[in-house]
């Protein structure tokens, strides 16, 4: 397996594909199961909550704490560039969700007039791949360091949310009558959103050097920014927050091991 530190093709070909399959294949049992119970979609999202916030803290910032520590020889002021790169990941997102039209299963519609003239499967395909671009870039950035030790535990934690994702977005967009050949198609497009998102921070991270840092950071501002706006508040609107946290945990903690068992 170190054998693909010496090829980067293979790194970014890996990460782009689980990236846009993982997705997909949780959508597989939505077809066969299309019926859900809101407090087990909500159980879901809180698991998927779980582990982003577990990425966040031990794959992305953490790691870019210590590289910038390395490089800085400073906590002070290691800390002052995460803070304000982490806050720059979040406004990021916010812009994205204040300016491109998509459309949520609960909140709504949001983003700019456009979202009136577009197909309302359109508007939650973007809603869908603005959630997803930040895991993909957070992929694609692992990735990007060629080192297996970063980047193999946010790889394995993204896809691993993916799966619940794909499903329970699969499961939404069939309860709002679309077909199960639209629902699927909805889940591919979304995954394919995010394989992109991780080639742009593959190669964004291998050809610029010492943006490795940055880019943690940044994708963990992204991520806590979507799972504060976007996932935690979808997951408690059905009355289950109990279940919905206990998911969490059990994600937050999954993640958890994963990172310190195969990491950093």
């Known amino acids: 397996m170190t054998s693909l530190l010496h090829s980067p093709w293979a790194l970014a070909f ?157 499961v939404a967009l069939l309860s709002v009558n679309y077909s199960r050949r639209e629902a699927m198609m909805a889940t591919a497009v979304t995954g394919l959103v995010e394989a992109a998102a991780a080639l742009l921070g593959f190669f964004a991270t291998v050809e610029i050097a010492g943006i490795l840092p940055y880019a943690l950071a940044f994708c963990g501002g992204s991520m806590l920014y979507v799972v504060s706006d976007e996932i935690i508040p979808e997951s408690h609107r059905s009355g289950h927050g109990a279940a919905a946290t206990a998911g969490l945990m059990i994600g937050f903690t999954l993640m958890m091991f994963l990172d310190v068992s195969l990491g950093f």
């Open 14 to 170: 890996i990460g782009a594909a689980v990236t846009a399959l993982a997705t997909s294949l949780g959508a597989v049992p939505a077809m066969i199961r299309p019926n859900l119970r809101p407090r087990t979609q909500d159980i879901l999202g809180g698991f998927s909550a779980g582990i982003m916030l577990a990425a966040t803290a031990f794959s992305l910032i953490i790691p870019s704490l210590s590289m910038f520590r390395e490089q800085a020889g400073s906590n002070l002021f290691a800390g002052f560039l995460v803070s304000i790169t982490v806050l720059m990941g979040g406004g990021f997102l916010h812009a994205c969700n204040r300016w491109i039209p998509h459309e949520h299963f609960i909140k709504g519609r949001e983003g700019g007039e456009a979202g009136i003239r577009l197909k309302r499967i359109w508007l939650f395909v973007f809603a869908i791949g603005l959630h997803n671009f930040p895991e993909g870039l957070a992929v694609g950035s692992g990735m990007g360091s060629l080192d297996l030790k970063i980047a193999f535990p946010i790889l394995a934690g993204i896809a691993l949310q993916d799966l619940p994702e794909g499903f329970v977005v699969a």
